[in-house]
């Protein structure tokens, strides 16, 4: 079986601000600053990254390269100077647990979510995709919201990777992806550029090399050109992420229904922003 796009956009869709309580919710921010990690970017990038080790800044800035490097690099390496990345990984799945725990409606179907989404991780291809390689490593936990956080992650960095590679074909950086992303009016550049850390220079001289390639007028919108490469972009990221959705099948749609209304109580009640530096709407 194929995944269309659209289906596959929509099982993203449902499942992603369950991955993201663990850049918003409370506990996470303070289990975070009990293990040592100083301030928000060093918990969000040793966060993400400490399933593939302790690495180095050159290759964070490889796997998290829509940021500006100078953010990366004010967080790692020195946050494994505080926490080892195991600790990381085990203090992230206890603070998402306990925040799953809390701020979930009581569902009937939690565990069926689990055992879907876990299933899906099975339709994964992990060539090219580190960081979903690394997510895929972490120990299945016991509890049946630790799994459906970590198959949900799982997944969401399988799509995160793919999107890389569909920015690298179309011979764009990630901060004239997050440009590209703005000029077509789907995020504000303030939420773009304040995010990703990048300065109103590095930003200025993107559009400008952007502008001379033709693919943004001088009054920042898409030309044609432009939109029909920001268009490919997405087409490829969903055509990458089509694997686990395809390895579903019809399963997929159960997981979208079960999911949605879970993901869409977290951000009714206000545990993830919308709109937010994902670009993930309300489900």
């Not at 409370?26 to 040793?46: I, N, Q």
């Not at 990345?85 to 701020?103: F, I, K, M, N, S």
């Not at 001088?218 to 089509?242: C, K, N």
Request: charged content about 20%; glycine content about 8%; proline content about 8%.
């Amino acid at each position: 079986m194929t995944a269309s796009p659209a289906l596959t956009r929509s099982f993203w869709e449902a499942i992603e601000p369950v991955h993201a309580v663990a850049y918003f919710a409370p506990e996470v921010a303070e289990a975070d600053r009990d293990l040592g990690l100083r301030g928000f970017w060093m918990a969000y990038f040793a966060g993400r990254l400490a399933p593939a080790g302790a690495v180095t800044p050159k290759v964070a800035n490889a796997l998290c390269f829509v940021f500006a490097p100078a953010r990366v690099e004010r967080a790692i390496p020195d946050a494994w100077s505080y926490a080892t990345p195991d600790q990381v990984v085990r203090t992230r799945l206890d603070a998402v647990e306990r925040t799953l725990e809390r701020a979930l409606p009581p569902s009937p179907h939690l565990e069926r979510l689990a055992d879907l989404l876990e299933e899906a991780v099975e339709g994964c291809a992990f060539e090219g995709r580190a960081l979903a390689a690394a997510w895929s490593g972490v120990p299945r936990p016991a509890s049946t919201t630790g799994r459906v956080w970590l198959a949900a992650t799982i997944l969401r960095e399988h799509r995160g990777d793919g999107h890389t590679m569909a920015i690298a074909h179309a011979s764009l950086t990630g901060l004239e992806a997050g440009v590209t992303h703005v000029a077509a009016g789907a995020v504000t550049r303030e939420l773009v550029q304040v995010s990703r850390g990048w300065t109103d220079d590095e930003w200025e001289q993107a559009r400008s090399s952007l502008t001379a390639r033709g693919l943004l007028t001088p009054d920042f919108h898409l030309t044609s050109e432009g939109e029909a490469l920001r268009g490919e972009i997405e087409d490829v990221t969903d055509r990458l992420a089509a694997g686990p959705v395809a390895h579903l099948g019809p399963a997929a749609e159960e997981a979208i229904e079960i999911a949605r209304p879970l993901s869409r109580h977290l951000v009714d009640a206000g545990l993830i922003p919308v709109p937010n530096p994902m670009g993930a709407p309300r489900p």
